[in-house]
């Protein structure tokens, strides 16, 4: 686990316009998967994964747990982890990317205050679990991953109601916890420093705040933080802030000034080398290929410290 720590990989995936999902299907993901990659990586999005056959070890946080056939998993933003096939064998899993802020925010049924403590619970931490342990569940993923694959008439609102039964599913996981057994203590203890940056990155934050969200002294955090995340709790904050600088640059026309201050930056020298710092790229640059992103994305070959080739 050394060498994992030296650093963490962002992966940066983006949902196609119009869809519910991000979904990689198909034989093109039988693959030994964790070879030649030696560093945990994490998501903007919310991670669904199923394995159809083969074996090895999901690193969910600080958890090393194996997996086989019919083994799915689900990891909320931000959780440092990785898969890896067992040594020279290949497995076939199909994947899902779920943005699961926006996805609680269209559930009509709940007030803003509990849709906050939902988002809050489900990104408390990530699973491994069997059809077995929770055949409810592998079905909805499942049933999501057919109608994406198929696109059958009506087929995004199917995938949209699936997803609201999964986030019934994933509070039960929650309620669950303790029966299940999958703790991860050094990411939970964080989870209120990861809320934190997420809900205040456009303005200054020092890492005494941080550690005050998690009600732990500054040392402390600075420990937990590293081992739980892989990274410094600075390169953290600047990886959410060139996260939403990514969105401004996509989705409006503001100038690159404008967007370095709304992402939190004090300066658009900051901005532009801690941009080039996370993805290998200048901001100009990102902007400017931005039309091939999403075939790309379906790659999975984009992260922070590979930059965008």
């Not at 699936?162 to 669950?176: K, Q, T």
């Not at 937990?224 to 995340?229: I, N, S």
Request: glycine fraction near 6%; proline fraction near 3%; include cysteine.
């Amino acid at each position: 686990m050394a060498k994992q720590r030296e650093k963490v990989e962002y992966r940066y995936y983006e949902i196609p316009e119009g869809e519910a999902v991000l979904a990689l299907l198909g034989e093109d993901w039988i693959r030994e998967y964790g070879k030649q990659i030696k560093f945990l990586h994490f998501h903007n999005l919310l991670e669904i994964g199923y394995c159809h056959w083969g074996s090895g070890e999901v690193v969910l946080g600080q958890e090393h747990i194996p997996f086989s056939g019919g083994s799915f998993m689900v990891v909320p933003p931000r959780l440092p982890h990785t898969t890896s096939s067992d040594h020279g064998t290949k497995g076939f899993w199909e994947w899902m990317y779920v943005d699961l802020d926006k996805l609680v925010s269209d559930l009509s049924q709940y007030d803003s205050m509990m849709k906050k403590t939902m988002l809050k619970r489900i990104k408390k931490t990530g699973y491994l679990l069997t059809e077995k342990e929770n055949p409810v569940l592998a079905k909805l993923i499942l049933g999501i991953m057919e109608e994406a694959r198929n696109k059958k008439p009506y087929y995004k609102d199917s995938i949209r109601g699936l997803l609201g039964a999964c986030v019934v599913e994933f509070l039960r996981l929650s309620d669950d916890e303790e029966k299940i057994m999958r703790s991860r203590s050094n990411t939970t203890l964080i989870a209120g420093a990861l809320e934190f940056v997420s809900n205040h990155y456009m303005e200054e934050i020092r890492i005494s705040d941080l550690a005050d969200a998690c009600s732990i002294s500054e040392s402390h955090f600075r420990r937990v933080f590293e081992e739980g995340m892989n990274m410094k709790p600075v390169d953290y904050i600047n990886l959410i802030r060139i996260q939403n600088a990514c969105e401004l640059l996509k989705r409006t026309e503001k100038n690159m000034e404008e967007v370095s201050a709304l992402s939190g930056f004090a300066s658009i020298s900051a901005f532009n080398r801690n941009f080039r710092k996370v993805m290998n790229i200048s901001p100009y640059q990102w902007k400017k290929s931005s039309e091939n992103y999403e075939s790309r994305l379906l790659y999975c070959k984009i992260s922070a410290q590979k930059g965008w080739d």
